[in-house]
């Protein structure tokens, strides 16, 4: 299965949240009346992710979908879970424009060559001006110092809150699939069949908490594959080795993590 990784970045009440709940309930992966940002649900699955994960499923593509702390406190946090994502979507209040609190991350993904896809957001407010937001956008990926072909971003309008996007603000639509098929066209393929034979090399950019199997490490896998029971190398820093098994493994279905015993190149683990 073709897999793309990607984060979604925006300044609070910009639209994240809802957005990435209206892609997950359009592609079957949350029920209606759910949300992302409920605690309630990770108490009751007794795991805490900081940095939640979620994945979706579009036209036999696993999208993968790694939230991102917006503020510059988590600075070391956030080059973590860049580097294991494939693009990012900037999503910006329609209205509002981007706002300072977007401009960390966003130069962060600049900075580690990521190619950006812009949602311009809540496109239904009375006050909205998509064709000046995406001009202040313009602006601020050139004063971030983007390269031309970054500065070149896909833009997708939303009403996040109705489940809706489009390509062309004229546009009919009545779901988020101008998205997705954007996240296809621009987002590369984390999937790579040359590099399923070689040796495993995963690398841990979060932390998790189970009540019962206490510590989790959430990874990309960039070469070969993962299987529970394997044996493993724990390379630190500064060199140093220590050996472990991997006593379970699990891969994100919606919100839920699913056990599975073995996992591919490009997946979040």
Same mark, same amino acid.
């Given at each position: 299965?073709?897999?793309?990784?990607?984060? +979604?970045?925006?300044?609070?009440?910009?639209?994240?949240?809802?957005?990435?709940?209206?892609? #997950?309930?359009?592609?079957?992966?949350?029920?209606?009346?759910? !949300? #992302?940002?409920?605690?309630? $649900?990770?108490?009751?699955?007794? +795991?805490?992710?900081?940095?939640?994960?979620?994945?979706?499923?579009?036209?036999?593509?696993?999208?993968?979908?790694?939230?991102?702390?917006?503020?510059?406190?988590?600075?070391?946090?956030?080059?973590?879970? %860049?580097?294991?994502?494939?693009?990012?979507?900037?999503?910006?209040?329609?209205?509002?424009?981007?706002?300072?609190?977007?401009?960390? /991350? $966003?130069?962060?993904?600049?900075? $580690?060559?990521?190619?950006?896809? /812009?949602?311009?957001?809540?496109?239904?407010?009375?006050?909205?001006?998509?064709?000046?937001?995406?001009?202040?956008?313009?602006?601020?990926?050139?004063? @971030?110092?983007?390269?031309?072909?970054?500065?070149?971003?896909?833009?997708? *309008?939303?009403?996040?809150?109705?489940?809706?996007?489009?390509?062309?603000?004229?546009?009919?639509?009545?779901? $988020?699939?101008?998205? %997705?098929?954007?996240?296809?066209?621009?987002?590369?393929?984390?999937?790579?069949?040359?590099?399923?034979?070689?040796? @495993?090399? %995963?690398?841990?950019?979060?932390?998790?908490?189970?009540?019962?199997?206490?510590?989790?490490?959430?990874?990309?896998? *960039?070469?070969?594959?993962?299987? !529970?029971?394997?044996?493993?190398?724990?390379?630190?820093?500064?060199?140093?080795?220590?050996?472990?098994?991997?006593?379970?493994?699990?891969?994100?279905?919606?919100?839920?993590?699913?056990?599975?015993? !073995?996992?591919?190149?490009?997946?979040?683990?």
């Amino acid at each position: 299965m073709e897999i793309r990784n990607i984060a +979604i970045i925006a300044h609070v009440d910009h639209g994240k949240t809802t957005l990435t709940d209206a892609l #997950m309930r359009q592609t079957g992966g949350l029920k209606e009346g759910v !949300t #992302m940002d409920s605690n309630k $649900l990770e108490q009751e699955r007794g +795991i805490t992710i900081y940095s939640k994960n979620t994945s979706i499923f579009f036209k036999d593509t696993k999208i993968n979908i790694v939230d991102t702390p917006g503020h510059a406190d988590f600075g070391s946090e956030v080059e973590r879970v %860049l580097r294991s994502i494939d693009s990012v979507l900037l999503v910006v209040d329609a209205q509002e424009g981007p706002i300072p609190q977007t401009r960390f /991350v $966003l130069k962060k993904s600049l900075a $580690l060559g990521l190619k950006p896809i /812009v949602v311009i957001n809540k496109i239904d407010k009375p006050a909205a001006n998509p064709h000046k937001c995406e001009e202040q956008v313009f602006d601020l990926f050139l004063e @971030l110092g983007a390269s031309d072909e970054q500065a070149h971003f896909p833009v997708v *309008y939303a009403i996040s809150r109705e489940g809706i996007a489009k390509k062309i603000l004229t546009d009919q639509s009545t779901d $988020l699939t101008p998205l %997705l098929e954007t996240i296809l066209d621009h987002v590369p393929s984390a999937s790579d069949d040359k590099l399923a034979d070689k040796p @495993l090399k %995963l690398q841990p950019f979060n932390l998790g908490y189970d009540n019962f199997l206490g510590r989790l490490a959430v990874g990309r896998i *960039y070469e070969g594959t993962v299987k !529970t029971g394997a044996a493993v190398f724990v390379k630190k820093p500064d060199g140093e080795t220590r050996t472990g098994k991997i006593s379970k493994l699990f891969s994100f279905k919606g919100i839920e993590r699913i056990e599975t015993e !073995t996992a591919g190149v490009g997946d979040i683990v």
